[in-house]
């Protein structure tokens, strides 16, 4: 549909009070008047502790459930965790490792799943829709993490039609697979930074998602660094950090720069890079990881701050995304203790070469009014309660993938277990979208966008790429375990409307 369109028959479906509310969620100050305390030191992850000593195995537990995090000074927001936490546990294992995880699903009345993003696992133990696990129920997850899968992964519920919410609600964690020999030196220690986005309600609550956010994904008032508000990190000049940005945010895009400190890229989401690549700024779109070497080189302080990044918005409530302070490192004068220099080379990638097959996968929108629309059709928008008022009947969106919602009893590609393959990526919709596939890490080849291609200049292991709206992506990618796996738009409100597929990886 085009935008014009699109927008007269959203703006006719928008109430004033709804739009002015919208509005206010792109101020800086939070509308509630709730308070989020900043520059608390920067607290590391709670690590999943393995419950056995047996060399080469890590066993544990996660349990999914409710519980409740004080975020605001004097409110408690109940949210879904792991473990009771949010973000839940970190869990750190080496490459070459058996991991067994036991997972309960206690929360209430749903389904739930772990997807394990990013990572080499058999498709029965990838937490695919098509396996949930029913409320009070559980299951093992099960697999082996082969010689050269370290990287930064994470987890998260793959539940059909709730992955949006159970995530927004506090479900996801990270997932560090670790190499047995790590070229990056240990004295620039590994400083994990998971990025969530967090909206409250005057009274501590989450507010269930608008028409807003199920159009554009669910952005939040506040991003939060390891759960925390513009946390503070203490370090000394000219000390060098690995750090790791995560973004598991629903559906912010984060354009993120340090000021007064040195980014170099030595990773991405399925790991290093073959050699160090200098950056003034990153975007970091949901699922999405970078691994950095952070020289913090003035001292005073080092703001990690986010940039305008303009990725399409639908109807009225565009956030602010420039000049939000994520994070703020306190640089003192005294000089850091010396540290190893970081290797020209981390690593060889060789590149996938040359496709077997070339597929095709369009992302277009599809809005549906009338009443008939929303009585047919399972994707229909949940209205929040406060979001707006609907005056001239009901519509719904969806989101689409060669011109289908997303189906679970359908199987959209089949391919053959060790074929490359190119996949192109063309976005015909009115947004960005951020692809992303199960089971595998591809390699970018190239983005066009009216005519114009650009090369990326590095290789690098990728399991989410930004399809720009009008572009398309070009990727390679082989599936190396048989089964079937999901492919989709990891905006996660997208997904849950439909803009998924499931290809069949047969041996
Ligand atoms: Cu994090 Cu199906 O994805
Ligand atoms: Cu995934
Ligand atoms: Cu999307």
């Not at 004080?70 to 546990?89: H, I, K, Q």
């Not at 994990?192 to 967090?198: G, I, N, P």
């Not at 490192?329 to 020209?344: D, E, G, M, W």
Request: aromatic fraction near 6%; glycine fraction near 10%.
């Amino acid at each position: 549909m085009d935008r014009r369109t699109f927008l007269a028959g959203f703006a006719s479906l928008v109430a004033a009070p709804a739009a002015a509310r919208m509005k206010m969620h792109g101020m800086r100050q939070p509308p509630n008047g709730l308070v989020l305390p900043e520059g608390q030191p920067l607290r590391e992850l709670p690590r999943l502790e393995n419950q056995t000593a047996d060399p080469g195995n890590f066993r544990a537990s996660l349990s999914a459930g409710p519980a409740t995090v004080r975020f605001a000074e004097g409110v408690d927001t109940p949210v879904l965790a792991y473990n009771r936490m949010s973000p839940g546990p970190l869990i750190e294992v080496s490459e070459g490792d058996r991991v067994e995880i036991a997972f309960a699903n206690d929360i209430p009345g749903e389904e739930s799943t772990i997807h394990w993003h990013g990572m080499p696992v058999p498709a029965d133990q990838d937490g695919n829709p098509m396996d949930p696990v029913p409320s009070g129920g559980g299951r093992t997850y099960a697999f082996d993490l082969p010689e050269g899968s370290a990287a930064p992964y994470w987890y998260h519920p793959h539940p059909h039609g709730k992955t949006a919410e159970q995530v927004y609600r506090g479900l996801a964690g990270v997932f560090l697979v670790k190499p047995k020999v790590d070229p990056v030196p240990a004295e620039y220690g590994d400083t994990v930074l998971m990025f969530t986005d967090l909206r409250l309600a005057p009274d501590g609550t989450m507010p269930a998602s608008t028409m807003i956010d199920q159009m554009n994904g669910r952005v939040g008032d506040h991003v939060l660094v390891n759960g925390q508000k513009n946390p503070s990190l203490a370090l000394n000049l000219g000390d060098k950090r690995r750090v790791r940005f995560y973004n598991a945010t629903n559906a912010r895009y984060l354009r993120l720069t340090f000021e007064n400190a040195n980014m170099v890229i030595i990773g991405t989401d399925g790991g290093l890079l073959e050699k160090p690549v200098p950056a003034d700024d990153i975007l970091l779109t949901p699922a999405e990881r970078v691994e950095l070497i952070v020289t913090f080189d003035k001292a005073g302080q080092a703001r990690l701050k986010t940039l305008d990044y303009d990725r399409g918005w639908m109807g009225p409530g565009r956030p602010n995304d420039a000049g939000l302070v994520l994070l703020t490192a306190n640089v003192a004068k005294s000089p850091a203790t010396p540290q190893p220099p970081l290797p020209a080379t981390l690593r060889t990638i060789t590149p996938l070469g040359t496709a077997a097959v070339t597929r095709r996968f369009v992302f277009t929108e599809k809005l549906k009014m009338g009443s008939g629309a929303m009585s047919t059709g399972s994707h229909n928008m949940h209205v929040g309660s406060d979001s707006m008022a609907m005056n001239s009947g009901p519509m719904s969106i969806e989101f689409l993938i060669n011109g289908a919602a997303f189906d679970m009893n359908r199987v959209d590609v089949v391919t053959k277990l060790g074929d490359v393959e190119l996949w192109e990526v063309v976005n015909q919709s009115d947004m960005d979208h951020p692809f992303h596939v199960h089971g595998t890490q591809f390699q970018v080849v190239e983005h066009e966008l009216r005519g114009k291609v650009t090369r990326p200049t590095y290789v690098s292991w990728k399991d989410t790429v930004n399809v720009v709206q009008g572009e398309t992506a070009r990727l390679l990618l082989r599936q190396g375990q048989p089964g079937r796996r999901m492919y989709h738009c990891h905006i996660l409100e997208h997904e849950d409307l439909g803009m998924m597929g499931i290809v069949d990886v047969q041996a």
